[in-house]
T-cell receptor, first 113, second 114 residues
Framework: SAVISQKPSRDICQRGTSLTIQCQVD?????MFWYRQQPGQSLTLIAT?????????ESGFVIDKFPISRPNLTFSTLTVSNLSPEDSSIYLC??????????FGPGTRLTVL | AQSVSQHNHHVILSEAASLELGCNYS??????LFWYVQYPGQHLQLLLK??????LVKGIKGFEAEFIKSKFSFNLRKPSVQWSDTAEYFC????????????FGSGTRLQVQP
């Protein structure tokens, strides 16, 4: 299994600012994913982040709002830019292990005032 | 595109009752199927998975699920629930080849009363 940590675990931000979330994995993985879980809802994929290439965004999510970095096989960041209250969510990163299982980080709970 | 439907949004059971949560998916190709659990205040944990082979899969904590290809279903079962099973349960799918990201169902909130 893969052990995933995320920083910060939670944050409260002002409207118009940005938050960068870090995701660290204890092993090298090819596929990393960023999801959003809005209050009381299921998980929605934001983007797929592969090392050495640009992230692939899902419909409704754009790079200007959610820039992603993937500098190596164990680390990725997601920035949520120009925050609005509608961005209040839990943001999760996940990885696919070689056995095709997917593991999730603990999430970052973002509240935008 | 893939989609996943979970028809039970909120289920309330008494301890020792049997559980079955429905999950149907829509996808024409080979799929991998997963059930995840999210206990209150905790992160997502993998309960069980199906990739191929025996369609009846067993997971952790006494859970099992059956893949019925003709019905595009992957229902989760447990013969006797405990209060500690109170959680949110998510069914998810990805393509057996190609797209690796998971598509999640809307989730089922299970509340087990002592």
């Amino acid at each position: 299994s893969a052990v995933i940590s995320q920083k910060p675990s939670r944050d409260i931000c002002q409207r118009g600012t940005s938050l960068t979330i870090q995701c660290q994995v204890d092993s090298q993985v090819t596929m990393m994913f960023w999801y959003r879980q809005q209050p009381g809802q299921s998980l929605t994929l934001i983007a797929t982040a592969n090392q050495g290439s640009e992230a692939t965004y899902e419909s409704g999510f754009v790079i200007d709002k959610f820039p992603i970095s993937r500098p190596n096989l164990t680390f990725s960041t997601l920035t949520v830019s120009n925050l609005s209250p509608e961005d209040s969510s839990i943001y999760l990163c996940s990885v696919e292990a070689p056995n095709n299982e997917q593991f999730f980080g603990p999430g970052t709970r973002l509240t935008v005032l | 595109a893939q989609s996943v439907s979970q028809h039970n949004h909120h289920v309330i059971l008494s301890e020792a009752a049997s559980l079955e949560l429905g999950c149907n998916y829509s996808y024409g190709g080979t799929v991998n199927l997963f059930w995840y659990v999210q206990y209150p205040g905790q992160h997502l944990q993998l309960l069980l998975k199906y990739f191929s082979g025996d369609p009846l899969v067993k997971g952790i904590k006494g859970f099992e699920a059956e893949f019925i290809k003709s019905k595009f279903s992957f229902n989760l079962r447990k013969p006797s629930v405990q209060w500690s099973d109170t959680a949110e349960y998510f069914c998810a799918v990805n393509a057996g080849t190609g797209r690796r990201a998971l598509t999640f169902g809307s989730g089922t909130r299970l509340q087990v009363q002592p």
